[in-house]
Every structure is written in C-alpha cells, then in structure tokens.
C-alpha cells in the first residue's frame, strides 16, 4: 500500500468574495458617510469680560409698564386704640326665597294635579310594564309664573326611572295652575304610585 497525504478540504472559494464585498461595503459608506457629513463649525470664542469704570457703565433702562401709582399714607383711625375694642364679627343668616310670590288658590295646584291623574298615571303604567317593581312616592315642587304655568319643576322620588320622571314633568308642564301675585310661587304636589291589585 502505498501512503499518500491526505487532501486537504477545497475551500470554498465564494466565501472569500462574500468577505471581500463585506469589506468593500462597509469601507465604501464609511467613505461615503465622510464625504457627504457636515462639515464641522469652528468654535467661536466667547469674548473676555472686560473691566468698566463705574462713570462709564452703561445701565439699561428698566421696563416701565405705566407711570407708579402713589399711594396715600394711611390716616390713624378716629375711634379707640384697637387693644381697648374687641373684634366682633357679626353673621346674619336670612333666608332667601327664590320665588317672592303668592298663589292666588294655594289648594288649587293639588287639585289641578289630581284633575289630571289619569295622564300621570299613564305615565307610571308605560314604564311598570318595563319594570314590574316599579312603585313608591313622588313629590314634584313646581315653580309658577303669574299666568299660571309651571316655569321650572324639579322631581324628587325613590323610584329609579328617569323616563317616568320625564313624563310626569312633561305632564305638568302642560297644566294651567292658578297664578302667582308679586312674582314666581314655589308649590309642591305629591302621589303615590303602586300597581293595580
């Protein structure tokens, strides 16, 4: 047998050209970043401070926003020394209506409300057929103007139904009251809903 030397392995010689163009590429745009960069700004010299003579200085003239306002010295007050007077402080609670007038007939808003029962009810009736536990008591205070009409009414009731609450405004709002005298009278009607039995 004879010996002969191993081959050696072929190496493939597409490798070296994928590093050669590696290297090219990365060498041509770092050459190419080089050309194409700004050129860097010189650094301009701040300029030294330099020394003033006090005659010399210029001061710039201060913002003036309107011509000052002199105020008057304040004048010692007439009465007592302020240690021989306590300080008081006065606090006067009244109550304020927000509507000054009288009904003409205070009895006739209720009665007019409960002329008109079968509307309100029919109100509660549309929305119990949404919600089957719906019943309680409302009570509605209605602001009325001089000829007789409801202005403002606010609505206060347990029940949780805001369409039933905006019914029974619409419905008394509709309603002629008997009027106010000397402005706005505040007035309250109350009912009690509950399904029929």
Same mark, same amino acid.
Request: charged share 20%.
């Given at each position: 047998?004879?010996?002969?030397?191993?081959?050696?392995?072929?190496?493939?010689?597409?490798?070296?050209?994928?590093?050669?163009?590696?290297l090219l590429?990365?060498?041509?745009?770092?050459?190419?970043?080089? $050309?194409?960069?700004?050129?860097?700004?010189?650094?301009?010299?701040?300029?030294?401070?330099?020394?003033?003579?006090?005659?010399?200085? #210029?001061?710039?003239?201060?913002?003036?926003? %309107?011509?000052?306002?002199? $105020?008057?010295?304040?004048?010692?007050?007439?009465?007592?020394?302020?240690?021989?007077?306590?300080?008081?402080?006065?606090?006067? @609670?009244? @109550?304020?209506?927000? !509507?000054?007038?009288? $009904?003409?007939?205070?009895?006739?808003?209720?009665?007019?409300?409960q002329a008109?029962?079968?509307?309100?009810?029919? !109100? @509660?009736?549309?929305?119990?057929?949404?919600?089957?536990?719906?019943?309680?008591?409302?009570?509605?205070?209605?602001?009325?103007? %001089?000829?007789?009409?409801?202005?403002?009414? +606010?609505?206060?009731?347990?029940?949780?139904?805001?369409?039933l609450v905006? !019914?029974?405004?619409? #419905?008394?709002?509709?309603?002629?009251?008997?009027?106010?005298?000397?402005?706005?009278?505040?007035?309250?009607? +109350?009912?009690?809903?509950?399904?029929?039995?």
């Open positions: 047998m004879d010996e002969s030397s191993p081959i050696p392995p072929k190496s493939s010689s597409n490798s070296k050209f994928a590093v050669i163009g590696l590429l990365l060498g041509g745009g770092g050459a190419i970043y080089a $050309l194409t960069r700004p050129a860097p700004q010189p650094e301009t010299p701040r300029p030294l401070p330099t020394a003033v003579d006090a005659g010399q200085a #210029v001061v710039p003239p201060a913002p003036s926003l %309107a011509a000052p306002i002199e $105020l008057t010295p304040e004048e010692p007050d007439a009465g007592q020394p302020a240690a021989a007077q306590p300080a008081r402080t006065r606090v006067v @609670y009244r @109550y304020v209506s927000e !509507c000054s007038g009288t $009904l003409t007939d205070p009895a006739g808003v209720q009665r007019t409300a008109n029962y079968g509307a309100l009810r029919a !109100c @509660y009736e549309r929305e119990l057929r949404q919600n089957n536990t719906l019943r309680g008591g409302l009570t509605a205070q209605l602001k009325i103007n %001089a000829s007789g009409h409801a202005d403002e009414i +606010r609505v206060s009731t347990p029940m949780s139904s805001r369409p905006e !019914c029974i405004k619409g #419905v008394l709002r509709r309603l002629s009251y008997p009027a106010s005298r000397g402005g706005c009278a505040l007035s309250e009607v +109350r009912f009690n809903f509950s399904p029929r039995e």
